[in-house]
Structures are given as C-alpha cells and as structure tokens.
T-cell receptor, first 113, second 117 residues
Framework: SQQGEEDPQALSIQEGENATMNCSYK?????LQWYRQNSGRGLVHLIL?????REKHSGRLRVTLDTSKKSSSLLITASRAADTASYFC?????????????FGRGTQLTVWP | NAGVTQTPKFQVLKTGQSMTLQCAQD?????MSWYRQDPGMGLRLIHY???????DQGEVPNGYNVSRSTTEDFPLRLLSAAPSQTSVYFC???FGVGTGGRREKLFFGSGTQLSVL
C-alpha cells in the first residue's frame, strides 16, 4: 500500500530541544501532510507540502520533502511540554484519481518539562 | 462552526450486535471517510465517499457498510459486531479531490471508542 512510515516510533526530549521526525513513502505523491494527535483526541492537520515544494515553514514547524528519496521530515523547534503528542504523516497517490489519504503508524513525541 | 461531529463517543457491544456510528459535517465537504485506529497500526481507511450517492471501499472494508444519502452525513454500520472490530473510529472530511488524485487536508471528528465483547 502507499502507507507512509514514520521514524522513530518514539522520541523523548527536554523542553527547549528540537524534535525531528521522518517519514518515508512508496509511490509518487501530489501532497504530503503532517497531523498531530493528542491522547484521546482526533487528528489535527499541521502542515501540507506539495510535491513541487522542498521546504515549508509554519511557526515552529519546518517540513522538508525529498521526492527523489520519497521522504519527508518534520522539525519542531524549541519544543514545549504541550507538544507532547503523536505525529503522523499522510500521503495521497499521484497514480490514482481516488484521492485516498494514507497514514503512517506515527511517532510518539514526549517533551519533558 | 461544529466541523465534523461523531456520535457516540463510547460504545460497548456484544458479539453479533449491530450498530451505526454517526458522522456529520457542516462544511459542505464532498469527501468523507472512515478510519479505524488500532495500537501500532496507525490509521486504516475503511470506506470513503466522494459525494452524495457515491461510496467505495478502503483498505479494511470487511464487516462495515456505509451510505451517503446527503452531503452532510456519512454513517458507518456494523451489521454483526466482532471482537476484531474493537477500535477507535474516526470520521474525516475534506473538499473534493483535485486533479491527479490530489487530496487536501482532512478535518477529523473526535472519534468513537468501540469495544466488542
């Protein structure tokens, strides 16, 4: 399937440090998206990067995309305890007209005060 | 603006019982979908709809039925619940698909925790 895979599965850091999560996927895409899920809640969209973009910023978030390696990274700078959550990447499929969105298994980020 | 509303939030069923998970959105989104989330498995697509009267299967459709009679509502039916269907279910919606299968951001409901005994 076109499922993305996040790496690492779990990440534990101190407040103020940067957190980097990676995502790899299998086929050509139009968009890659990152979502956040707090414990017991639904997913919230963070940022979308298109296949013709290489880097995108939103506040403390920086996303990069390397379509030649079929990979993306999400950097959260100056992490806060409130950033503790699971982070998922999601991709569509350029070869399909269906517009399905495929999710990875997620990275569990814990930020210690 | 309510966004995507799912009911109920929690449900316990006995094996063989049937039930319907409700999902409604007020954003006039063409695309609606159901995912299940299991520990270590991420989110897996069950069924989706690209507009009223149009539905299709996702990755794990067995044991589930859907219909889309209106733009706003997309209920998920379990006809005969099984313990393997114990999971957290999320409904999500977005605007229509763009060219070449381009999918814009999804808006998620808060989820339904389902336990099948």
């Amino acid at each position: 399937s076109q499922q993305g895979e996040e790496d690492p599965q779990a990440l534990s850091i101190q407040e103020g440090e940067n957190a980097t999560m990676n995502c790899s996927y299998k086929t050509s895409i139009n968009n890659l998206q990152w979502y956040r899920q707090n414990s017991g809640r639904g997913l919230v969209h963070l940022i979308l990067i298109r296949s013709n973009e290489r880097e995108k910023h939103s506040g403390r978030l920086r996303v990069t995309l390397d379509t030649s390696k079929k990979s993306s990274s999400l950097l959260i700078t100056a992490s806060r305890a409130a950033d503790t959550a699971s982070y998922f990447c999601a991709t569509d499929d350029r070869g399909s007209t269906l517009g399905r969105l495929y999710f990875g298994r997620g990275t569990q980020l814990t930020v210690w005060p | 603006n309510a966004g995507v509303t799912q009911t109920p939030k929690f449900q316990v069923l006995k094996t063989g019982q049937s039930m319907t998970l409700q999902c409604a959105q007020d954003m006039n989104h063409e695309y609606m979908s159901w995912y299940r989330q299991d520990p270590g498995m991420g989110l897996r697509l069950i069924h989706y709809s690209v507009g009223a009267g149009i539905t299709d299967q996702g990755e794990v459709p067995n044991g589930y039925n859907v219909s889309r009679s209106t733009t706003e509502d997309f209920p998920l039916r379990l006809l005969s619940a099984a313990p393997s269907q114990t999971s957290v279910y999320f409904c999500a919606s977005s605007f229509g698909v763009g060219t070449g299968g381009r999918r814009e951001k999804l808006f998620f409901g808060s989820g339904t925790q389902l336990s099948v005994l």
